[in-house]
């Protein structure tokens, strides 16, 4: 999974320059100009045309950065659905959500930051989408272990009609939320991991780096392992397509390397990673919080158990479909 | 890269003759597996020594495409341990430091599954310390006099050759990969002594190779005299990284799976986590074979797959037996766990092999 090299070196300078304590206001404004909040969007909606690779550059390289910023939902979720749906599209702030069938959808993402909420929902006749201002819809307000927004989102259904979407885009929400996450949790391990290597390589103790004991070394050799595992498998659904399996393959990886990568990190780095102070949390809380959205660990592993018991092939060609 | 349509062509035909050829699905088997009848009938299909070229006997085909083949063979527990040292590292060397004779000699007969090599590494005092190896090669008249004794040589007892990584200088503790070099040996030279080393299950794989003066004529040293360090660690690139790493235990996963769909075993999610490893691997796997392709250094990603891959064939094994399986693929299973994270470079030198590519040492 390569991208152009320019485009990598403007989203490591966007996110470097970003102060993660400031509010995301100047943030946003700036990845707007710049085409990166609407950047899978096609170019005649008013999005960049880019794909899932410049979308995977950008997700990873933010939370490599410890940059919290709503553009899976912004970009892969509700413009998506606006393109599925084809409502109009403009530079506002969105999120989007799946309500149930009272009208409330729990835990959605950055609601309450939002302009606009793409709303998506079953209807009798099947799936229906619709845009609406955020002032117009009741929010309560709660945050996710990282202190993302993870609000409740309560809409009268009844005063809103929608558009019809098609029968996939329900099942395609959410593979596509699922694998958003995947992709900053990789991006999340990648801050963690070189977190550790520089505390390792430069906190000295009993005369010498922490880097130079075999115990320190083999915990962060381990993080490393895992942490690429779960960028091949992630890298994987880039390039062999967003289906059920190749997700679930993805998120159960990226799910158990977090168990990995979140401990050995915070064991290397000792009490100051437990510290508001110490940048680690802003990796290790968001890599944990997003292994809870768009389905559960034991939800991924589940779906593979399920895919092996439900068919009489073998394992090896439910992995290795020709 | 090869084109994705014609491994998938690739890939069925290999299930197609697996689909036709009696046997039956073990664990371990590209190490325990011993057939010479069904390496015969891989090699007429062109399916061993696969990457050599065809001037050499060879197919001529890419790593990828071996990576194909190797895969479908392993993921079906298919005996191919008689020719696997042969095609999967001793081949690559051959064309890497070989001379054209050295060539002409053993590549045709390797690609027609009528050579057999076993590996000349380790020795009593020498296991992960593989530097300190005290194989001596003299110098004599029209080649040399090895003495030494190598251990945990995987099918000398039926193999022709092995390829001995021995000191041609003394020891010399401030360079110590130095004044190493390679040789090939026949197993049946006089002078060598091969006994079994029979593991605690009963079975007998490992050999210990003594060596006693056996004549190693010139045209048999492999490479240059002293740079036996660089062509052995070069080849550990090829012995690392491989789907052998990974699929070890995937028939007993299988069987696994099997029993529970039919109700013998409980059904638990982590039958799921295991499967998202083992293709998570593959991807990882594929991604070192790109590498070797292209003749890039893949030393590090190597031992990423082989400390995550080996540890997972232990995990499928615990996992088989605290299910309650019962089965004779699990027992030969259980005997062969300890194996798997040792053989290749123990995964605890895999990690300080990560922690200097990390920066850390």
């Not at chain 1, 103790?205 to 075999?214: D, E, I, K, N, W």
């Not at chain 1, 960028?231 to 990226?254: E, M, Q, Y």
């Not at chain 1, 940048?279 to 092996?308: C, I, K």
């Not at chain 2, 080649?143 to 039926?158: E, F, I, Q, S, Y």
Request: hydrophobic fraction near 45%.
């Amino acid at each position: 999974m390569t991208v152009d090299p320019a485009l990598q070196d403007m989203l490591t300078s966007v996110f470097s320059d970003h102060d993660p304590a400031s509010p995301i206001g100047s943030l946003w404004k700036k990845l707007g100009s710049l085409g990166l909040a609407r950047l899978t969007t096609p170019a005649g909606r008013g999005g960049s045309g880019a794909g899932w690779d410049e979308a995977a550059a950008l997700l990873r390289t933010a939370a490599s950065h410890g940059v919290p910023v709503p553009l899976p939902e912004n970009d892969l979720l509700a413009n998506w659905l606006l393109t599925e749906a084809d409502l109009p599209s403009d530079e506002s702030i969105r999120t989007a959500c799946v309500l149930d069938e009272t009208g409330t959808a729990r835990s959605v993402p950055w609601a309450g930051d939002a302009d606009r909420i793409t709303l998506l929902w079953a209807a009798e006749d099947g799936w229906r989408t619709a845009d609406v201002p955020a002032s117009s819809l009741r929010i309560e307000r709660a945050a996710n272990l990282a202190g993302e927004p993870r609000d409740t989102v309560h809409a009268p259904l009844d005063a809103t009609s929608g558009t019809r979407v098609g029968g996939h885009v329900a099942e395609e929400f959410m593979l596509r939320g699922a694998l958003a996450r995947a992709l900053q949790m990789t991006g999340a391990m990648d801050g963690i991991l070189r977190l550790s290597i520089d505390h390792a390589t430069t906190r000295t103790q009993f005369g010498r780096p922490l880097a130079g004991f075999q115990a320190v070394q083999h915990l962060i050799a381990d993080m490393a392992a895992e942490a690429a595992l779960a960028k091949a498998a992630t890298d994987a659904v880039l390039r062999d397509g967003l289906t059920p399996f190749n997700v679930a393959v993805a998120r159960s990886c990226a799910g158990h390397a977090t168990t990995t990568v979140v401990r050995n990190a915070h064991q290397v780095h000792g009490a100051i990673g437990t510290t508001a102070e110490h940048p680690l949390h802003r990796y290790t809380l968001p890599a944990l919080a997003w292994r809870a959205e768009f389905g559960s660990l034991h939800h991924w592993d589940e779906h593979l158990s399920q895919a092996a018991l439900s068919t009489d092939q073998d394992i090896w060609h439910l992995i290795n479909d020709l | 890269m090869a084109h994705p349509v014609l491994m998938d062509d690739l890939r069925s035909s290999v299930r197609a003759f697996l689909r036709s050829y009696d046997f039956t699905p073990a664990v371990d088997a590209w190490h325990a597996g011993w057939d010479e009848d069904f390496t015969r009938a891989l090699a007429a299909r062109g399916w061993v020594g696969m990457t050599i070229p065809e001037e050499y006997g060879g197919a001529g085909r890419t790593f990828l495409e071996r990576f194909a083949v190797t895969e479908e063979l392993l993921a079906a527990g298919a005996p191919v341990s008689a020719h696997w040292i042969a095609d999967r590292q001793t081949a690559p060397s051959l064309l890497a430091y070989g001379t054209e004779e050295q060539k002409r000699e053993f590549l045709p007969a390797i690609a027609r599954g009528e050579c057999f090599f076993a590996i000349g590494m380790s020795e009593p005092d020498s296991g992960s310390d593989l530097a300190s190896v005290r194989t001596a090669a003299e110098r004599t008249d029209g080649g040399w006099l090895l003495t030494g004794t190598k251990v945990w040589t995987t099918g000398a007892h039926r193999a022709h050759a092995f390829l001995v990584l021995a000191r041609t200088a003394p020891h010399d503790p401030s360079a110590r990969h130095a004044g190493l070099s390679q040789f090939i040996v026949d197993l049946r030279a006089p002078g060598v002594t091969i006994r079994p080393i029979v593991t605690m299950g009963g079975e007998h794989h490992f050999n210990e190779v003594a060596l006693t003066d056996v004549f190693v004529p010139d045209d048999r040293l492999l490479g240059r005299v002293g740079d036996g360090w660089r062509q052995v660690t070069s080849e550990l690139g090829y012995e690392r990284s491989g789907p052998e790493r990974f699929l070890s235990t995937l028939p007993l996963l299988n069987e696994a799976a099997a029993a529970t769909r039919r109700g013998e075993l409980p059904k638990h999610p982590d039958l799921g986590r295991h499967i998202a490893r083992v293709a998570g691997l593959r991807h990882m796997s594929q991604g070192v074979a790109r590498s070797l392709q292209d003749g890039e250094p893949a030393d590090v990603e190597a031992a990423l797959v082989k400390v995550l891959g080996t540890t997972l064939e232990g995990d499928i094994v615990e996992f088989a037996d605290q299910l309650g399986m019962a089965a004779p693929i699990l027992t030969t299973a259980q005997l062969r766990r300890a194996g798997f994270t040792l053989r290749g470079g123990t995964n605890e030198i895999l990690r300080g092999v990560i922690a200097r590519g990390l920066g850390l040492r």
